[in-house]
């Protein structure tokens, strides 16, 4: 039987990718104490990256749902590092979130709401959390959002 985020994830239709693997040398989560630290996720969908820079190439609307992707990595990283036990996650502490963007983009939160909105919508209260959005000028592979979180456990 499912568990009630993976039901919920499916409600708001979509699916939980399995946890990407590192592109390098570091490990995609650490949990550290109480706290799962989870590596950068970078924008991807149906086995493509999601490429392009906001203010040229995509829309705000565009990064936000690239952003999203961001959110259903970070949560398919936490699940792996639960060892698929959602019972153990308490809550969403904090999320950094990087946007490729040009020098005049500044709706970098309108595009990092894209993941913060998404794991609220899915975890309730427990998805509200701590954030920063940066912009910068280019990011791996040429990705349009990379997000990298903190989560808490139960």
Known sequence: ???????RIEELGHTLPPAPAPAANYVPWVISGNQIFVS??????????????????????????????????????CKAALGGDWSRLK????????VNCTP?????????????DFLVAVLGDAGRHARSAVGAPSLPLGVAVEIEAIFELA
């Open 1 to 7: 039987m499912p568990h009630a985020i993976d039901a």
């Open 40 to 77: 950068g996720q970078v924008s991807q969908a149906n086995g493509s990256f999601i490429t392009g820079k906001l203010g040229a190439d995509l829309s705000t609307e565009q990064g936000a749902d690239a952003a999203r992707s961001c959110a259903l990595s970070l949560l398919a990283q």
């Open 104 to 116: 005049d983009f500044h709706d970098q939160p309108k595009v990092i709401n894209g993941a913060s």
């Open 91 to 98: 809550r969403v502490v904090k999320l950094t979130g990087f």
